[in-house]
């Protein structure tokens, strides 16, 4: 079954780090660019990070420069993000979205159920 | 970057209807847009890529035109299924950027 799957999420306090994992199945996960995706709470979809097929090239959104880190392990099918210094305005539905191109195309064709962060003391 | 305006924000239209939303680029973006369809606790889910091609498995109700700046979804028989909130998304740079969204209600 083509999937994707998130986990790490939960309950964290300001100022914490967190690891989300995002494992595929059903696909060869090393010919993808992959993805995340957020929402907050009864919010709009804000685009995240990328990271490229092979983990060479990565970008960000300029509101989580420095604080996130993407990565993948393509032996393990899997992508991560990495989040240090978590604030309020973190909470979110956290999505990891497969590209349909292995460079970093755009398009999101496979989306994970999500995994909930929500920051709170 | 590169700022996705749509609308209506919601609409409320009844089965059968035709339903049409737009969204605008700030920038020229060639064909480079998606639309999602997104339903309650649930992830996104692709309706349309490269503004018009439809996505495997996705109705034929849905269509989707534009090049440039302006681009539309059409929804030419509204079905109850429909619901849910619908989003563009532009692909021509980074960092992608989504519409705000257009909740769709069934009368």
């Known amino acids: 079954q083509v999937q994707l799957v998130e986990s790490g999420g939960g309950v964290v306090q300001p100022g914490r780090s967190l690891r989300l994992s995002c494992t595929s199945s059903g696909f060869i996960f090393s010919n993808y660019a992959m993805h995340w995706v957020r929402q907050a709470p009864g919010k709009g979809l804000e685009w995240v990070a990328v990271?490229?097929?092979?983990?060479?090239?990565?970008y960000y959104a300029e509101s989580v420069k420095g604080r996130f880190t993407i990565s993948r392990d393509n032996s393990k099918n899997t992508v991560f993000l990495q989040i240090n210094s978590l604030r309020g305005d973190d909470t979110a539905v956290y999505y990891c979205?497969?590209?349909?191109?292995?460079?970093?195309?755009?398009?999101?064709?496979?989306w994970g159920q999500g995994a909930l962060v929500t920051v709170s003391s | 970057d590169i700022q996705m305006t749509q609308s209506p924000s919601s609409l409320s239209a009844s089965v059968g209807d035709r339903v049409t939303i737009t969204c605008q680029a700030s920038?020229?973006?060639?064909?480079?847009l998606n639309w999602f369809q997104q339903k309650p606790g649930k992830a996104p889910k692709m309706l349309i890529y490269?503004?018009?091609e439809l996505q495997r498995g996705v109705p034929s109700r849905f269509s989707g035109i534009g090049s440039g700046t302006d681009f539309s979804l059409t929804i030419s028989s509204l079905q109850p299924e429909d619901f849910g909130t619908y989003y563009c998304q532009q692909y021509d740079n980074v960092p992608l950027t989504f519409g705000g969204g257009t909740k769709v209600e069934i009368k």
């Open positions: 979205a497969r590209d349909t191109s292995g460079r970093i195309g755009g398009r999101l064709d496979l």
């Open positions: 920038q020229d973006i060639s064909t480079q």
């Open positions: 990271t490229s097929y092979d983990g060479t090239s990565k």
């Open positions: 490269d503004a018009s």
